[in-house]
């Protein structure tokens, strides 16, 4: 079985600092990681995503995130956040070519 | 590429109605997803389908939850009859299938109020 721990519920962070999201894994297989991202009021949509090779993933609106096999870790970061990056943002974890498991999500929230 | 559609956006019924929600995935995508977004309990699987068959409704919460999936582009999530712990935003999401990794794409969401 495989499940996902997003271990702060909210982050606030002030403008143009820095951000680092985290997300625990666990699994007993193989595994693909990614990030979704909220906006209020809309669907999630991918930030982006680890299949394979480079440990470190880059994703869309400057986020990076690096998988740590030993640490069974995908943290999400962003070396400068701005207001437009207020959100939800969710960590998922698949096996295969189908389902994926969400975590329980991380609100962050960036201070002018 | 229109992405997958949902209606209605909104929805505010009475309790013991009947809500049926609307899902159009992808065009060309195997997988349809529906998904239960609340407060309580964060975002839940609720079924999902494979080249239209139900592979996994385990998710589902009751029996008064039903989902059909009559051909390739459009799913339906029946609630009847409804209740007010059934308000949340339901999503409704496609995947094309891959040989790994492959990512899943998520409409707009169903706002459910049910008073």
């Known amino acids: 079985a495989q499940s996902v721990t997003q271990l702060d519920s909210q982050v606030p962070v002030f403008e143009e600092a820095p951000v680092e999201l985290r997300c625990n894994y666990s699994?007993?297989?193989?595994?693909?990681l990614f990030w979704y991202v909220q906006y209020p009021n809309q669907g999630l949509q991918l930030l982006l995503k680890?299949?394979?090779?480079?440990?470190l993933v880059k994703g869309i609106n400057g986020f990076e995130a690096e998988f740590n096999k030993s640490q069974t870790s995908f943290h999400l970061r962003k070396p400068s956040v701005h207001i437009s990056d207020t959100a939800e943002y969710f960590c998922a974890v698949g096996t295969g070519a189908n389902n994926l498991f969400f975590g329980t999500g991380t609100r962050l929230t960036v201070i002018p | 590429d229109a992405g997958v559609i949902q209606s209605p956006r909104h929805e505010v019924t009475e309790m013991g109605q009947e809500v049926t929600l609307r899902c159009k995935p992808i065009s060309g995508h195997d997988y349809l997803f529906w998904y239960r977004q609340t407060m309580m309990r964060g975002l839940e699987l609720l079924i999902y389908f494979n080249n239209n068959v139900p592979i996994d409704d385990s998710g589902m919460p009751e029996d008064r939850f039903s989902a059909k999936m009559p051909n390739a582009s459009f799913s339906t999530l029946k609630i009847q009859p409804s209740e007010p712990r059934d308000s949340a935003v339901y999503f409704c999401?496609?995947?094309?299938?891959?040989?790994?990794?492959?990512?899943?794409?998520f409409g707009e969401g169903s706002w459910l109020t049910v008073v």
């Open positions: 999401a496609s995947s094309l299938a891959g040989t790994r990794g492959n990512t899943i794409y």
């Open positions: 680890y299949l394979s090779g480079s440990t």
């Open positions: 699994s007993s297989v193989s595994v693909y």
